[in-house]
């Protein structure tokens, strides 16, 4: 089964991650640029950081080679802007 894993570079995502990997699902990683501060640069200290991003990035490496973990762009405004 294919499974998205929501990855933060902690504890608890790597070892859920892990943990589907061993019951043998298929596991994509995902990091989620969630904040940013007031001139776009990424967050230096607190959750979220690019030592954050990499801490996850190692982890999916170490899992599988199917494992991947990515950072996408922060989601902002409304749903219905994205409609045509």
């Known amino acids: 089964m294919k499974t ?4 933060s570079g902690g504890v608890d995502s790597s070892v859920a ?6 019951a043998g699902h298929d596991v994509i990683g995902a ?3 969630l904040w940013q501060g007031p001139n776009g640069e ?6 979220c950081t690019v030592s ?3 801490d996850a990035r190692r982890v ?3 899992l599988a080679s199917r494992t991947t973990c990515s950072t996408t762009p ?7 802007s994205t409609r045509s």
């Open 60 to 62: 999916a490496a170490q």
């Open 42 to 47: 990424a967050p230096t200290a607190g959750c």
């Open 31 to 33: 990091t989620l640029k």
């Open 17 to 22: 991650a892990a943990l589907m990997v061993e």
């Open 74 to 80: 922060t989601i902002s405004g409304p749903a219905s």
């Open 4 to 7: 998205l894993v929501a990855m």
């Open 52 to 54: 954050d991003a990499e």
